[in-house]
């Protein structure tokens, strides 16, 4: 090990910092005193930790700590989106989280400590530092769903979570020891090398299936997906922000490595595996989200219904599936953290409008909020000109690509159904409130600076990839290149699978 | 003039969309919105006039042509550009956006800002649908044009608006998935969304002809619920009685019809000649069962619900007859209906904010008290009705002589009985509303007549309506002019067809 390597996870060493340091500070101010500042150091940090990530392109392709680590346009992708989001989510709960009472300073180093995780999955290469990363990021996000702990479904939340996550995790480390068992290694591209010639290749077929497994869970695509609505119910809003789509981009990035990169001989298999839960997860999260009444339950099986369009994009050949499937995590990022800031701010931390129909009105209480939750639902449905469309553009049109074009317009039908219970929800806050109803309970959120840079972020994102998707696309792009491995016939065994050639 | 040329099209697609965003920043204060709006549709209007005036008639291909890169990967291009078939349709679209505005101008009392501002999104959506010519950027106008509608039902119905958008919003956007799918395979297997392009390449005959079945199916399907053919009309008469005014004006017809022409006609003529005998079948049952419906509605909504599905089933029948005096005749009708469907909703309009009622039965001898809107609901009826020196008359006739002559007696002449039905359905509809004895709705309820707004938005179209009847070569010579492309005339000849486009192309 050089000491160069560890430029190669700098931007996971900038947060653990942070992470530290809030925690110290937090532990060494007085009692009484607000923890509020303990957030903008947090943010600081993760703006850091992501020019850090752009910072390491300079670093070029190739791998760290004995072939643990990599740095490449696919990592710095994902490690920009999580930071992203990471940083939006704590913006979001600086002006809503409540001041006194609440463990403020733990609250923000958790979601820095997770971001480590998150990060680290993504740019991990060898398969036990897979696991510790996922292990990060999951243990900070169970104690984050259930940071409600007065309420009766905070608890039940992070008890599901922790329980069914901690199945999936191990379903995952199962499926290491198996090919650790298969091949003799875990490290990613050795494994993709000596997977093909596997004298025992049921159990590297063996062994996929238990990762997928996991890997499934945590992105929640049926038939793994029955947490979600309970989690995401229980947790508190601008927790769910970060948890429906941080940790799903870390684990599709995981995914996509596992499929594209070390295990691509085995596509016969994957794919029509990864088909059927596409479409599972399209048709269960859209068929259960129209009959929910609860808004985050609805958005909760939302959430399952897009993890169902993104797996679609694996039936993509080559780059062009990674590509659309990168495209996709970083435009569903964007717009459901958006819809879930409106929720967060429309409804407060303590949620008093769990309904739909209590969102009446909200368009005339608030046109702020009113606007952009219809525009964030009209993404979601997957209107043009927002970041929704192109993400279902890129996804659908790389699985028409490979052929599966009865995945397509499965997908498509789907969106149609989808687009019937997030248009309820749209009309709901831009109807006017009921005869004979009390006037609506919204109270005007105080809309402070950071919520509104929030706000801001989202919206400009998903705007931007609606109307301008050239440029996060050519990124999508050359991260899928760099996911490629070398073909599995060429010559192997003295190639250094450290120093990846740049495309 | 050149630069103008050049950027035209970019300038009617830009204006309404600043007019919109004007209206959602500045603040709410009295009529300073509808004030925005209305300036922003007559801008928009005045600019789709350049077109007419600069539309080289004659000149083969597209005129006022962008063509920019816009994303590299999938290669999707700014393509825009009109033809003889787009030409009026932009024209009347801008026509109708001042009309919009002005029908509105009373009507819409709460959140104005609101309201105008999706309705130039919505004018901007529509204007991009006629003048897209890359399949992707169409396909993007073509649903961006169903979100200010939905929202706008939902906000502004009349009783249940909400329930009429989600029908509304799922018959529309369910069909375009399967067009979305189409369009992602012929983008597979061609690597262009170029019109263009892809009427030489799909003539070429290279692509699978089972899979291009398939495909044409597709595009067909999705403009026929939008226009609506029957039986694809179910959303139709649940959005005319909740639509606002300038919503159900152009809520069907004009996109559909137009997408047909364009985009199935045009695309694939094969698929096209081989669903023809369908649709001409189709469309005669929905001409006659649309004007039985129309006799029996008790909801004058719902007539015209029904009135207008008889109506744009006889234009479909134009465009499927394959014949060059149908197709003209069709988008003729287009024009016509358009101007007919603005006058008709406008005075509907009239009608339900004055008294707030949409059931026939309460009215009667309302002549007597607004003798002006009954004038021009008669002109506007009897236009409808096909009467000679009317505009109307001009596109059935077309239409039904081209069928009787070149397809089948049969069908033409039971299309023809719309004109018998027409007429009765019509006129029993201003006879009950307007004339007999005063009911006592009509007596009870005390109603001014047409005011300045609604005078000066009717008195062009009734103007129109005339002018179209008496001398539609003005019309005709741009529409002919598209129509004498080789894109529809003869499919047998496809390869020579594939070498005069390459040509041209060269050139």
């Known amino acids: 090990m050089n000491p160069a390597d560890s430029l190669r996870i700098l931007p996971e060493i900038i947060l653990t910092i942070v992470g530290v340091l809030v925690m110290l500070i937090d532990a060494s101010l007085p009692p009484g005193m607000t923890r509020r500042p303990m957030g903008w150091v947090a943010a600081v940090g993760t703006t850091i930790a992501l020019w850090a990530s752009l910072w390491q392109l300079n670093l070029g392709t190739g791998t760290g700590f004995f072939g643990a680590v990599e740095t490449s346009p696919f990592t710095v992708f994902f490690h920009v989106l999580i930071c992203g989001i990471v940083l939006v989510a704590i913006l979001l709960a600086l002006d809503t989280l409540p001041e006194e009472s609440h463990h403020q300073g733990e609250y923000y180093a958790l979601i820095v400590f997770g971001a480590v995780g998150m990060c680290l999955l993504t740019s991990a290469v060898e398969l036990l530092v897979v696991f510790i990363a996922l292990e990060i990021s999951s243990i900070s996000t169970y104690i984050l769903a259930g940071f409600r702990k007065r309420t009766a479904q905070g608890p039940e939340a992070a008890i599901k979570y922790f329980l069914l996550g901690s199945f999936a995790t191990a379903f995952l480390l199962y499926g290491i020891a198996m090919i650790f068992g298969a091949t003799g290694t875990t490290q990613i591209y050795e494994i993709a090398q000596r997977a093909t010639g596997a004298q025992n290749h049921s159990l590297v077929v063996l062994a996929l299936m238990l990762m997928l497994v996991g890997m499934l869970f945590k992105v929640s695509a049926a038939p793994f997906h029955v947490w979600t609505p309970d989690v995401y119910e229980g947790a508190p809003s601008p927790v769910v922000a970060l948890l429906s789509t941080a940790p799903k981009a870390a684990v599709f990035a995981l995914l996509l490595r596992v499929t594209y990169e070390m295990l691509p001989s085995l596509r016969s298999i994957w794919a029509p595996l990864l088909w059927v839960v596409a479409v599972a997860s399209m048709t269960i999260g859209n068929l259960a989200a129209l009959r929910q009444q609860n808004v985050k339950r609805m958005l909760a099986y939302s959430s399952i219904a897009h993890a169902g369009y993104l797996l679609a994009a694996f039936a993509g050949a080559g780059s062009s599936g990674i590509a659309a499937a990168a495209f996709y995590t970083a435009a569903y990022a964007a717009m459901n953290v958006g819809v879930f800031a409106v929720v967060t701010l429309a409804s407060g931390y303590d949620e008093h409008l769990p309904l739909v129909r209590d969102y009446r009105g909200l368009l005339y209480r608030s046109p702020l909020l009113g606007i952009l939750l219809v525009f964030f639902l009209i993404s979601l449905v997957g209107i043009p000109f927002t970041g929704g469309f192109f993400g279902k553009f890129y996804a659908l049109s790389a699985a028409v690509g490979g052929g599966a074009i009865a995945l397509a317009i499965i997908g498509l039908l789907n969106s149609g159904v989808a687009a019937a219970y997030y248009l309820r929800f749209a009309f709901a806050a831009a109807q006017g409130p009921a005869e004979g109803e009390e006037p609506n309970r919204i109270s005007l959120p105080q809309v402070g600076i950071a919520v509104m840079a929030a706000l801001a972020f989202t919206t400009g994102a998903t705007l931007w990839l609606g109307i301008m998707p050239n440029s996060l696309l050519r990124a999508a792009e050359l991260a899928a290149h760099t996911l490629q491995v070398p073909p599995s016939d060429a010559p192997t065994s003295d190639t250094n699978p450290r120093q990846q050639p740049l495309p | ?507």
């Not at chain 2, 009734?462 to 002019?481: C, F, N, Q």
Request: charged letters at 10%; hydrophobic letters at 55%.
């Open chain 2, 1 to 507: 003039m050149n630069a103008i040329n050049e950027s035209i099209l970019t300038w009617i697609l830009l204006v309404p969309i600043v007019g919109a965003l004007l209206i959602a920043l500045l603040p709410d204060r009295g009529k300073l919105s509808a004030w925005i709006a209305l300036l922003t549709a007559v801008v928009s209007f005045g600019l789709t006039l350049h077109l007419p005036a600069h539309f080289i008639v004659g000149h083969a291909g597209f005129q006022f042509e962008i063509n920019k890169q816009w994303i590299d990967s999938p290669a999707i291009f700014y393509h825009v550009g009109v033809d003889g078939l787009s030409l009026w349709l932009v024209v009347l679209t801008g026509l109708l956006a001042p009309v919009g505005v002005l029908a509105s101008w009373n009507a819409i009392k709460e959140r104005p800002k609101v309201f105008y501002s999706l309705f130039l999104v919505q004018q901007t959506a529509m204007f991009g649908v006629f003048v897209s010519l890359d399949l992707m950027v169409y396909y993007g106008f073509w649903e961006l044009s169903l979100v200010p509608m939905a929202i706008l039902i939902a906000m502004y119905g009349r009783k249940n608006g909400p329930k009429a958008a989600i029908k509304f919003f799922l018959f529309t956007f369910i069909p375009s998935a399967p067009l979305l799918v189409a369009i992602l395979w012929i983008y597979a297997q061609t690597r262009t969304f170029n019109f263009s392009e892809l009427q030489i390449l799909l003539a070429s005959g290279s692509l699978p002809a089972g899979a291009l079945f398939w495909v044409a199916l597709a595009f067909l399907f999705a403009f026929a619920v939008k226009v609506p053919v029957f039986p694809l009309h179910g959303w139709l008469a649940d959005s005319f009685s909740e639509a606002p005014v300038a919503i159900a004006m152009i809520i069907a017809g004009k996109l559909g019809l137009y997408s047909m022409l364009r985009f199935h006609v045009g695309l694939f003529p094969v698929q096209t000649r081989a669903i023809a005998p369908v649709l001409i079948a189709l469309t005669v049952i929905g001409v006659l069962y649309g004007a039985c419906l129309a006799l029996v509605q008790r909801d004058y909504w719902r007539v015209i619900a029904f009135a207008t599905l008889s109506h744009f089933s006889l234009t479909t029948l134009g465009i499927y007859g394959l014949t060059l005096t149908g197709r003209d005749g069709a988008i003729y009708q287009t024009l016509n209906d358009g101007v007919i469907e603005g006058a008709l909703f406008l005075l509907l309009g009239v009608l339900d904010t004055r008294y707030a009622n949409s059931q026939i039965a309460s009215f009667g001898g309302v002549a007597a008290k607004l003798p002006r809107t009954a004038t021009f609901f008669v002109i506007t009826m009897l236009a409808m009705a096909g009467l000679p020196m009317l505009n109307g008359f001009i596109g059935e006739f077309l239409i039904l002589s081209s069928t009787f002559t070149e397809i089948s007696k049969g069908w033409a002449i039971a299309a023809a009985l719309t004109i018998i039905l027409g007429a009765a359905y019509v006129l029993w509809l201003v006879q009950r509303l307007f004339y007999g004895s005063e009911s006592k709705m009509t007596i009870d309820t005390p109603a001014a007549d047409l005011r300045l707004n609604e005078w000066v938005a009717l008195v062009p179209l009734a103007a129109l309506m005339l002018v179209m009847g008496i001398a539609p070569s003005i019309w005709m010579r741009a529409i002919e002019s598209s129509v004498t492309q080789p894109q529809v005339k003869q499919t047998a000849e496809s390869p020579r067809l594939a070498v005069g486009a390459l040509e041209e192309a060269a050139r």
